[in-house]
Structures are given as structure tokens and as C-alpha cells.
């Protein structure tokens, strides 16, 4: 369809200017790519549509009388610009629309052709040879999990936005590079350690000992030292504020590089990070890089300095280094906001100071086009200062850098807050779905037929939680619903998961059977019912779908054509039998089509971290 849409363009663009020509008006040429092209709501109007609004002031002339002018000239012409106008099909004026109405049969063919041919490939061009962002070389960071707690909800959100996007870029031709930035230094790992010394070091306590992952072990020291802190509900004399001095002088004696301190926090950061990583294979979420914040906060210190030494910064009455960030945040805002602490009055530095030593890393590692943040919405100020920040310094690339900002999860009963332990630990909400997945397939019966159903089961469960996850468009907030995403009917990840398997099975019987896939064009040529036409028309706009996630950075949009790719097919199996057609002329030509089907399913899931099962 990319090919065919620009062609249209390309025609219309044509009769626009002939026409301007023709009236003598002085206007600038109108370009194809800038024309919007729109599907007409009823399809006897035609499959493409081009509307004319945007012409009538400077054509001073009412858009239905510019659609008839353009169509009148584009039917005088045979060929226009190298194309052969009568091969796209039929141009029609529809009020202030330019309507075409494709020619099916050879449109159809070159749609499933092209599938055929590319397989894996397809959906990564858009026109001829050409992929939608060759030459781009983008930086993604994602996850960036702190190591004083596993991964949860939040994370799993950020995860699937982080490894999709990736994906997807690199579908449409971008050269990717994944990194994660752990945050494993800081005032929140030094409170884990000083619970880890107040309740267990006597013990000996080790995950292993206590049967634990080694992130789950440290996010309940993170627990406990808040329970220390604030102390028993209703009971204030058992509160211990003297923590949260002790777990700032630990901070110090760390930047200190006090051996003692430093031996503990090396023990702790390998649980948790070995825990999270076992996480993260088990989701499919893989990396190039990992950046540390505990190597690159010193290189923000350096910068800062430097900045300082040249103005950049200045130094408060309490001996912090801040900026003013007056053009960030505006006049109008509380005076306490126009100043941002880069470096506190001690030396230590805060959280921005490693990302400014991050930053720059990452661009002296791997020069990128383009480097795309995947936080959440709560740090949509901290990016704007960031931002800034490396503006000020002098960075030439600060305008390659984008804050994909995504909004919050929770479950139904509430928000959830890691320090109080009511967080929805990753590998739990796992378990559970897993376990759910299993009982449904055994409820129906189905885990007798399978090889390997707890197999099948855990790859239910992480198309549930994924597919929920990425039909979201990122900026929303959203309630995560774990009965809802297991659902094997409606919009779910079971459900895309059960077409692909229900058509993996439809070959597998026609191979059995003896019937024969038939791709030549004689045959698709049959291929001419409404319900045929539009599961080959969406087909067609896989490439046009791929190239808007990637532009938007946003799944969702391959989250909604699975979906309807889905239901296009089983309308289509419904009306059009295929092993059991009365015309059997029709059984290889529709088999070729379901076998695109998949092609072009199989993909876009991979796209949305959705498993494909060829029996479920």
C-alpha cells in the first residue's frame, strides 16, 4: 500500500499544479508528501481519499469544485509523472473529496507478493527498496531499576515501552542501541544497607540462606529500615529518626570510598542486580550497554566544576552549586523552583548530577541521531532541567535527546509505593498469571494436546501482560486488570496469540490434506469478496503502520492493527471457507492469503513482545 499511496500523491500533486496553472494562480507548487490521505467511510466510495479544505483559500474556490477540476485532469491523462494512471484504478470526485478506487486485482497481487517474498522483512519499507529510518543510529534507555528493590508494575510497563520501541525502530530501518542506567548508589541504596546491618549482618543472612532472589532480599531491607524510621502505626516512640541522618553519613562515607562501606554495598548490588537480570530473561528484555550510576556521577562532578569555573553555575550562600532555570520553569512559578541543586553544600551529589555524567558517556560511547529517555510522567521536570542544563554547557546534540514520557500503572486497588511494601513485585505478578494461564488451559482441556503446556502457560502469560501494557498509548495512565488481560476473547494478548495458532493449524491440515498454497496472480486474481479485499488492504498497510509507531514512538499503534488484522481474518474465515470452499479453485489462493496473514501477525507481535504459539 506504501507504494501505490504515493503514487496517488503523486498524481493528485500532478492536477493540483496543472490546474494552478491553468487558472493562472501565483501560488508555490503543492507537494505529494504534503497531501493527507484518509479512507472514506463508506468503501463504494472508493479506498483512498484525498480532501481538498486545505486549498480552497488559496485556490479561492470551494473544495467540491477543486476535487472536480483535479479528477477532470488526472482522467486526461493516461500517464502522469511515469505512471500508468488506469493501473492504480479508477480516480472519482466525491464532493470535496478525491476519491480512488483501487484496482483490486493487481494491488491485491503485489500486496501479498511482496509478503512473500520479503517474509521477516516485510513492514520495514515503505517505498521501493527504501526502510523508513535507514541512517538513523538511536540510543534507548529504559528500566533503570534502582538496587534497593526488584522490578515491579512500574518497571514492567517501562520494560515493555523500552524493548518495543526499540523493536519497532529497528523494524523500520534505525540502527538501535539499548542501554539501562542502574541506579546503584545513592541515600535509598544506603538505607537498604543500614536495614541489612541493624537486622541481618549478625544473622549472616544471605538470600540463599533465607531462600530468596537476591533483589527480593534487599527491597524488604528497603521495607524495613522505612518501618524503622517511621516506626509501629500509632506508637510515635518507637520511631527511630536518627535513621535517616545515618543513612546520609553513610552517603558520605561512601563518595569517601570507605572500604567497609563499600564492600557492603558491592555485596548488595550484585543480589539485586543478578535477581533483576533474572527478571529480565525471563520477559525476553535484553541490552547493549549497562551504565552505572556509581561510574558516571563522578564525570557529572567534573562537568559541574568545570560549568562552574565558567559561569554556567554559581555557587549559593550555603555553598551548593545550583543553575537558574528561570527559562524552564517560567516567571510565575515559586522562587524556591527557579534554582536547581546540582551539588549539595557537602559535595555529594544529587541525582541529576550523574545523568548530566551519563549523558555526555553515552554520546562519547556511541554517537547518536537521536537518544530517547523512557521515564515516567513524574519526571517530566527533571528532562526540561536536563536538558537544559547540557544546552548550557554547550553540547551540540542536546536537541537529539526526547523524553518519551509515559504515565503511571496500578492495579484496581490502588497506587502502589515500594518503601510502605505495597508494590506488585514483577516475578509475583508473573507467577500469578502464569498460574491463571494454566488453570484456563486446563480448564478447557487443552494442556493435553500440548507438548509442553507450562511452556505455553508462561508465554500466555507474558502476551497478557505486554499486550495490556503497549495497547495503551504511553502518556495515559492505566489500570493494569490481571483477569481482564487473560481473556482468550476480545483485545488481549491470548486472543492475538489463539488466531495465530488457529492459523498455524489451518495450514497444518491443508498440507495434510494436500491442498496447496497457489500464489500465482491468475489465482489471487479470484481473490474478490469484501471480506478478502479488506484482510488484504490491512495487510498492505503493515509498512505504513510500522513507519507511524516508530515516528510517534508509540506500540500502541501495532497494538490496534493486531487486533484488527485479527478480526479482519476471522471475518474473513467465516465467510470465506478455505479447505472447505465450494469453488476449490479458491482454497489455494485463500490458503495464500492466511499464510500473509500470519507472515504479517508473527511480526507485529514480536513488535509488542507478544509470543507466538503454533498450538495453544
Known amino acids: 500500500m506504501a507504494d501505490i499511496k504515493q503514487n496517488v500523491r503523486t498524481v493528485v500533486s500532478f492536477a493540483l499544479n496543472e490546474f494552478k496553472k491553468a487558472k493562472s494562480l501565483e501560488l508555490d507548487d503543492v507537494k505529494g508528501e504534503n497531501l493527507n490521505l484518509e479512507t472514506p467511510p463508506d468503501p463504494s466510495m472508493g479506498d483512498i481519499g484525498l480532501p481538498m479544505f486545505m486549498f480552497a483559500k488559496t485556490f479561492r474556490m470551494a473544495p467540491p469544485v477543486i476535487s472536480a477540476e483535479v479528477v477532470k485532469i488526472i482522467q486526461a491523462n493516461s500517464v502522469i509523472e511515469g505512471i500508468d494512471v488506469a493501473s492504480l484504478g479508477e480516480f472519482l470526485s466525491a464532493g470535496p473529496y478525491v476519491n480512488l478506487k483501487m484496482n483490486k486485482a493487481a494491488e491485491g497481487y503485489g500486496i501479498l507478493k511482496k509478503i512473500a517474498e520479503q517474509k521477516d522483512e516485510y513492514g ?50 534505525a540502527e538501535v542501541y539499548k542501554v539501562d542506567l542502574i541506579n546503584n548508589r545513592g541515600v535509598h541504596i544506603c538505607k537498604s544497607m543500614l536495614a541489612y546491618k541493624l537486622f541481618h549482618e549478625a544473622n549472616g543472612d544471605t538470600p540463599e540462606s ?105 555557587k549559593a550562600d550555603d555553598g551548593s552549586v545550583r543553575i537558574d532555570v528561570t527559562d524552564v520553569v517560567g516567571k510565575g512559578k515559586d522562587e524556591d523552583n527557579h534554582e536547581k541543586v546540582l551539588l549539595r553544600k557537602d559535595g555529594t551529589s544529587v541525582y541529576i548530577t550523574q545523568d548530566i555524567g551519563t549523558a555526555i558517556s553515552r554520546h562519547d ?46 492495579l484496581p486497588s490502588g497506587r502502589m509505593k515500594s518503601r510502605e511494601g505495597t508494590v506488585v513485585d514483577a516475578d509475583d505478578l508473573i507467577d500469578a498469571l502464569h498460574k491463571d494461564a494454566m488453570a484456563e488451559l486446563v480448564a478447557k482441556g487443552r494442556d493435553k494436546d500440548l507438548a509442553d503446556p507450562e511452556d ?133 489462493p485463500r490458503l495464500f492469503l492466511a499464510e500473509c496473514t500470519l507472515t504479517v501477525l508473527k511480526s507485529a507481535m514480536e513488535l509488542v513482545l507478544v509470543p507466538y504459539l503454533e498450538q495453544m
Open 365 to 410: 560511547d556511541w554517537a547518536f541521531n537521536q537518544m530517547v529517555y523512557v521515564v515516567a510522567s513524574e519526571q517530566n521536570y527533571h528532562f526540561k532541567i536536563l536538558f537544559h542544563i547540557l544546552k548550557k554547557l554547550g553540547f551540540d546534540w542536546t536537541d537529539k535527546l526526547y523524553h518519551l514520557s509515559y504515565g503511571l500503572v496500578n
Open 210 to 314: 533465607l531462600g530468596m532472589k537476591g533483589d527480593h532480599f534487599v527491597g524488604q531491607c528497603y521495607v524495613e529500615f522505612d518501618r524503622w524510621l517511621k516506626g509501629e502505626k500509632d506508637k510515635p516512640e518507637t520511631a527511630h529518626p536518627e535513621a535517616a541522618q545515618q543513612a546520609e553519613e553513610m552517603l558520605i562515607e561512601w563518595e569517601k570510598g570507605n572500604p567497609e562501606v563499600r564492600a557492603l554495598w558491592q555485596k548488595m548490588n550484585d543480589w539485586t542486580l543478578n535477581g533483576v537480570k533474572e527478571t529480565y530473561r525471563r520477559t525476553g528484555i535484553e541490552f547493549d550497554k549497562f551504565y552505572l550510576e556509581s561510574e558516571t556521577y563522578l564525570k557529572g562532578k567534573d562537568e559541574i566544576l568545570k560549568g562552574l569555573e565558567k559561569g554556567v553555575f554559581f
Open 456 to 588: 505455553v502457560a508462561e508465554k500466555v502469560a507474558l502476551s497478557a501482560l505486554h499486550y495490556y501494557l503497549l495497547q495503551v498509548t504511553p502518556i495515559k495512565d492505566m489500570l493494569f486488570n490481571p483477569e481482564e488481560s487473560l481473556s482468550f476473547n476480545g483485545n488481549t494478548g491470548p486472543y492475538l496469540q489463539y488466531m495465530g495458532a488457529r492459523i498455524s493449524s489451518i495450514l497444518r491440515k491443508a498440507k495434510d490434506q494436500g491442498v496447496a498454497v497457489d500464489s500465482s496472480e491468475a489465482a489471487v486474481n479470484k481473490l474478490t469478496s469484501a471480506e478478502e479485499w479488506d484482510l488484504i488492504r490491512a495487510l498492505g498497510n503493515y509498512p505504513d503502520v510500522v513507519a507511524k509507531a516508530a515516528e510517534n514512538l508509540d506500540p500502541s499503534a501495532i497494538s490496534a492493527y493486531l487486533y484488527d488484522v485479527s478480526k479482519l481474518f476471522s471475518k474473513f474465515y467465516t465467510a470465506c471457507p478455505i479447505l472447505a470452499a465450494d469453488d476449490k479453485s479458491l482454497a489455494g
Open 124 to 173: 520495514s519499507y515503505t517505498t521501493g527498496d527504501k526502510k523508513t529510518l535507514d541512517g538513523r543510529r538511536v540510543m534507548v534507555e529504559f528500566s533503570s531499576p534502582n538496587t534497593n528493590k526488584p522490578l515491579h508494575l512500574g518497571h514492567l510497563r517501562n520494560d515493555a515501552l523500552g524493548e518495543s520501541v526499540s523493536r519497532i525502530l529497528k523494524k523500520a530501518g
